[in-house]
């Protein structure tokens, strides 16, 4: 079953000779070393990857940019030496203040001759936040604030340079860089009724995006959304503070419930007037993407039905506000969205994928939507696509060629010939920044269980121009400590279903000793991105966070097997295999969590009376779910932030996979860990941010009633005021700690 093995106590040693016959044993291999800690873990830092912040590509392709201690500092792409600085840290105080800005983002103009740099920037949501900006002249050496109100969002130069676009109180405004005159574009604006020029809630935390508006490239006109969404129920959230606590109210639509009404207008910056396109009669839907094609004067746009199994490309003309539908894909299930729609340089073609053989491959059209080929084709399928050589005609993509556990770099022409794979040989994972004009990409590479190495390199053939991070340091820190063997390894279902899995066993691991075991799991349903397989050849193996990679390791030292199983419904491996789970989201990923443990307990090593479940957001809800429907299989479970009901989430999220309730209350229902909360037999640990947006501390508040009401013994977690990442200060070492503590004593 087992495909590669890593034995990482010996591959990140720093030194000494290999082990020979008569050398010290494992167990004393391992004493010698070093024992992690949780403070080494969530406090300290020390055993974080590096990386390179502030990373920018510039326009001529010779030159990138990054932000050196609060400073943007211009670097040659061939040596990776700094060059010049661009903004240095002496022209940071603004006229009349004491102190200087700390530059918490850049972006440049068209030129390169003026940057917007962002201070005191305050997240909103997951995407969203606001700050203060300021527009730097390289020449003059001058810094303006670009408007004297409050906090802007969402501030974007035209593409000539001349102007600056930004949202402040849910309106759209522009300001005139050569006279710093601000003017509004939208001027209806209301807190939780009207948003111009950004995105509700559940646009941003499903579709991805918080700017709601675009340049056209003439800069002539500003596209921009506006959601109307005053029919949206509210959801009261209270922030915990001295005496009285703070109600905060915004829109949340969860499953079944109103959207916002959203519409789509083009304001023309000389005649200061705007224009609704039309979007149809039909105001219950989506419009998951907007932008400007290579034609100054064609607005494309997508529609996506409530159920999210038909998805239209739009074209429509901002001086009328006519459309045209030029391209349809429908799904049984649904319809993914992502930003791989490409128009081409001319205007008369554009590249999409889409799922209609099974696998999301790229596909060339004409400007008006007609089929001119499929260039990708295979049981395999596109993740991103990273860049466009016009004058070559070739597409550069990240796929899962290899295998769905990786992700690498390939071109390919548009006539669907000449594949390359620009990645090195070998496994891992190629996370990929390309210049604009693909001449050469920034290559974050990792692979399981070691940290990334971060590499320039040429675009077409992937040769290396320079390392700029390797995280030697880290490795060398690391080989000093007792790390965990690390394995993948596949198996079959009683169903004949082939799974992914890893597992970490001590350093010092005995086959002939019983282990316990502890799962991970997430599970959740996600197109294209890694993110959410927990089963990946990257640094933490798919696990999340590398310091949760570290933690695992801890585990280990403390005796136990760590393990991570992918189920259906994950990405990687094709349509079938993800949307198997449709309709019946929760039922077929539970029941490969606990064929995963059933798998496990046939091992010898393993003590199956012993195996425990633990995850995060769907993982929390997943481990919820497989420990109520097969308490026979699991010994302990950890859910941190889990849905416990879908009825509770999102509109967008739930319904693509459930459908509505009112369509389908079966399945939301019966695979709802509420229902099934007097089968419990596990240690159950609830935790849950009480200032969670995202999943509301309200799915923990129903599952603790009904596990009252079945007379269950459990233990509850409860951090005020954290969202859904529950973090900040010392909270994940407070978090870990206690996840830790009821681990040992419960398995």
Not at 180 to 189: C, D, F, H, Q, R
Not at 539 to 551: E, M, Q
Request: aromatic fraction near 12%; charge should be neutral; proline fraction near 5%.
């Amino acid at each position: 079953m087992r495909f590669r093995t890593l034995a990482l106590a010996l591959l990140l040693a720093s030194n000494g000779p290999a082990l020979l016959s008569g050398q010290p044993s494992a167990a004393l291999f391992a004493q010698q070393k070093q024992a992690l800690s949780l403070e080494d873990i969530w406090a300290s830092g020390k055993l974080l990857p590096r990386t390179v912040p502030g990373f920018d590509w510039m326009k001529d392709g010779r030159y990138y940019a990054a932000l050196v201690n609060n400073e943007v500092v211009q670097h040659e792409v061939t040596t990776g030496k700094a060059v010049q600085t661009l903004v240095p840290a002496a022209d940071l105080k603004p006229a009349g203040q004491q102190a200087a800005i700390t530059i918490n983002g850049y972006v440049f103009n068209a030129d390169e001759q003026k940057l917007l740099l962002s201070t005191q920037t305050e997240p909103i949501y997951r995407h969203s936040q606001k700050a203060y900006y300021y527009v730097y002249d390289r020449a003059s050496k001058k810094l303006v604030p670009l408007s004297q109100g409050d906090k802007q969002g969402n501030a974007t130069f035209s593409p000539d340079g001349r102007m600056v676009a930004f949202t402040r109180d849910n309106n759209l405004y522009v300001v005139d860089l050569a006279t710093m005159t601000e003017k509004a574009v939208t001027s209806n604006g209301a807190v939780n009724k009207i948003i111009n020029g950004s995105t509700d809630w559940v646009y941003e935390e499903e579709f991805g995006f918080a700017k709601g508006y675009d340049w056209s490239p003439d800069s002539k006109q500003l596209a921009y959304y506006t959601f109307d969404e005053s029919r949206v129920p509210e959801y009261n959230m209270q922030e915990w503070g001295p005496l009285y606590p703070k109600d905060y109210r915004y829109k949340y639509p969860k499953a079944g419930e109103k959207n916002s009404i959203v519409s789509i207008s083009a304001y023309d910056l000389g005649s200061g007037r705007s224009t609704r396109m039309d979007l149809g009669p039909e105001t219950d839907q989506y419009i998951p993407r907007m932008m400007w094609t290579q034609t100054p004067g064609l607005l494309s746009m997508q529609r996506l039905n409530r159920l999210q199994n038909k998805l239209e490309i739009l074209h429509g003309d901002p001086a009328t506000g006519k459309t045209t539908v030029v391209l349809t894909d429908t799904n049984p299930a649904y319809v993914e969205i992502n930003d791989d729609l490409r128009y081409l340089e001319g205007g008369k073609q554009f590249l999409f994928t889409s799922e209609q053989d099974g696998y999301q491959h790229l596909y060339l059209y004409d400007i008006s939507g007609k089929l001119i080929r499929q260039v990708t084709k295979g049981p395999w399928e596109i993740s991103a696509i990273n860049g466009f050589d016009p004058k070559a005609g070739v597409v550069y993509y990240t796929s899962t060629e290899a295998s769905p556990l990786e992700r690498h770099l390939y071109r390919i022409s548009l006539k669907g010939t000449d594949k390359v794979r620009i990645s090195d040989p070998g496994h891992g994972i190629d996370k990929v920044n390309m210049s604009p004009d693909t001449r050469y990409f920034l290559n974050d590479f990792s692979k399981a269980g070691t940290p990334s190495v971060i590499s320039l390199r040429e675009g077409r053939t992937g040769k290396l121009v320079k390392v700029l991070e390797d995280n030697a340091k880290l490795r060398e820190t690391l080989g000093q400590y007792a790390m965990a063997s690390f394995e993948f390894f596949k198996f079959s279902t009683a169903d004949g279903q082939q799974l992914n899995g890893w597992m970490m066993k001590p350093a010092d691991f005995d086959p002939s000793k019983k282990y316990p075991v502890l799962m991970y799991c997430y599970g959740g349903p996600s197109f294209g991105s890694s993110s959410t397989q927990t089963v990946l050849d990257n640094a933490s193996g798919g696990g999340g966070a590398f310091n949760r990679y570290l933690w695992n390791n801890y585990l280990t030292q403390q005796g136990y097997i760590v393990v991570s199983v992918e189920g259906r419904g994950s990405s990687g491996r094709g349509a079938a295999f993800r949307k198997a789970t449709y309709a019946n989201l929760g039922k077929y990923e539970a029941i490969d969590q606990g064929a995963g443990a059933k798998h496990l307990g046939t091992l010898p090593y393993v003590d199956k009376s012993r195996i425990g479940l633990w995850g995060w957001s769907f993982g929390g809800y997943l481990t919820a779910l497989a420990i109520t429907t097969q308490p026979e299989l699991f010994k302990l479970g950890i859910a941190v932030a889990p849905v416990t009901n879908w009825r509770y989430y999102d509109t967008v999220y739930t319904e693509r996979y459930l459908k509505t309730p009112q369509l389908n209350p079966g399945g939301y229902d019966d695979n709802s860990p509420v229902q099934h909360a007097a089968k419990l037999k596990a240690k159950f640990l609830l935790v849950h941010g009480t200032g969670d947006d995202n999943v509301h501390f309200q799915n923990s508040v129903a599952f603790t009633d009904a596990l009252i009401a079945a007379n269950k013994d459990f233990q509850t977690l409860y951090y005020p005021n954290r969202n859904h990442s529950i973090r900040g200060g010392n909270t994940s070492l407070h978090l870990y700690r206690q996840m830790t503590n009821f681990i040992q004593a419960n398995l």
